[in-house]
């Protein structure tokens, strides 16, 4: 079993939909989640990090820890083509504080 | 203020050859790491260097090593090439005492 598991899509959304993007853990004893943006032809990007449980949002864009079920989500509110990317779920351990990514989820927004 | 930059963009090698991935961090920061990005797929842990000493080594053979410069910059290099070494290398930095990794553009790596 992969530490972080993630819905692969591919992601095709009207502009000004909600998206959800979804990903799973193994470990239990996982705090720190990342969500990373990225475009074609360029690095991630972070988006988002949560500690622990709970909610974090910033401005369209929220993030969801649900460690009961092991379950880490990113939604995108009134999505806009420029939101057109592929997201990376991600989290953050070891001494060297190494990321452990998703396989990232295509997302296409269309105008 | 520059970010990570990474050199050269594109590299086409043929198997058995080795290649030379340099990377310079974004100003301030003194930890690199590289990591692996196959087509599809997110990216791979490779190592980390700190003070021009690996720190720590994801699941990579030995064909896979690295540099750290005193400026901090970072050089990665794979001997041997295999074809399934094609991949989009990622550079990021940070600080040791903690903060955000910074990802550079990465170079794409294909190997013949």
């Known amino acids: 079993q992969k530490e972080v598991e993630q819905d692969p899509g591919p992601l095709s959304v009207p502009e000004g939909a909600i998206v959800s993007l979804n990903c799973t853990y193994s470990?239990?004893?996982?705090?720190?989640f990342m969500w990373y943006r990225q475009y074609s032809r360029k690095g991630p990007e972070l988006l988002m990090y949560?500690?622990?449980?709970g909610n974090k949002e910033d401005g369209r864009f929220t993030a969801q820890v649900d460690k009961s079920s092991k379950y880490i989500s990113l939604f995108i509110r009134d999505s806009q083509p420029s939101d057109s990317a592929t997201y990376l779920c991600?989290?953050?351990?070891?001494?060297?504080?190494?990321?452990?990514f998703g396989s990232g989820t295509q997302l296409t927004v269309l105008p | 203020d520059a970010g990570v930059t990474q050199s050269p963009t594109h590299l086409i090698k043929t198997r058995g050859q080795q290649v030379t991935l340099r990377c310079s961090p974004k100003?301030?920061?003194?930890?690199v790491s590289w990591y692996q990005q196959a087509l599809g797929q997110g990216p791979q842990f490779i190592f980390q260097?700190?003070?021009?000493?690996?720190?720590q080594r994801g699941n990579f053979p030995d064909r896979f090593s690295g540099h750290q410069f005193p400026n901090y910059s970072s050089e990665l290099n794979v001997n041997a090439l295999w074809l399934g070494d094609s991949a989009l290398y990622l550079c990021?930095?940070?600080?040791?005492?903690?903060?955000?990794?910074?990802f550079g553009p990465g170079t794409r790596l294909t190997v013949t």
């Open positions: 990021a930095s940070s600080l040791l005492s903690g903060g955000e990794q910074y």
């Open positions: 470990n239990s004893a996982f705090q720190y």
């Open positions: 949560t500690y622990s449980s």
């Open positions: 991600a989290r953050l351990s070891g001494s060297a504080r190494q990321l452990t």
């Open positions: 100003s301030g920061h003194d930890t």
């Open positions: 260097y700190y003070e021009e000493e690996e720190r």
